[in-house]
């Protein structure tokens, strides 16, 4: 995936409309790893790794994708998201709506 510009740490989401596959992006693949672990632990979520430590997350356990938290709480949480990508070097606004808007393509040889 181009364009998250990554430095260091991984990011990885279970909300991925259409698909609901997990999507990762990284600057390596031990944190992308941690990353996807972390979420196949939490049963769904968004999740920030660096230097394969949980930096911050929203755990989605509500078919991966939902959870029961109060509203305030889930915008906590998202805005500490937001700061966590950002030190990560990545210079999107949103990673996380640019990951769950990429559909699963079938490639066919």
Not at 21 to 43: F, H, K, P, W, Y
Not at 79 to 105: H, M, N, Q
Request: proline share 2%; hydrophobic share 40%.
């Amino acid at each position: 995936m181009k364009g998250f510009q990554l430095k260091t740490g991984a990011l990885a989401s279970a909300v991925a409309h259409d698909s609901h596959n997990v999507i990762a992006v990284g600057s390596s693949n031990a944190d992308m790893c941690q990353a996807i672990s972390r979420l196949r632990e939490t049963n769904g979520g968004l999740v920030v790794v660096s230097r394969n430590n949980i930096v911050k997350e929203l755990r989605l356990p509500i078919v991966g994708s939902m959870t029961d938290l109060a509203v305030e709480e889930v915008a906590k949480k998202a805005e500490d998201l937001s700061e966590a990508t950002a030190e990560t070097g990545c210079t999107l606004a949103d990673p996380f709506k640019k990951c769950r808007s990429w559909r699963f393509v079938l490639c066919q040889n």
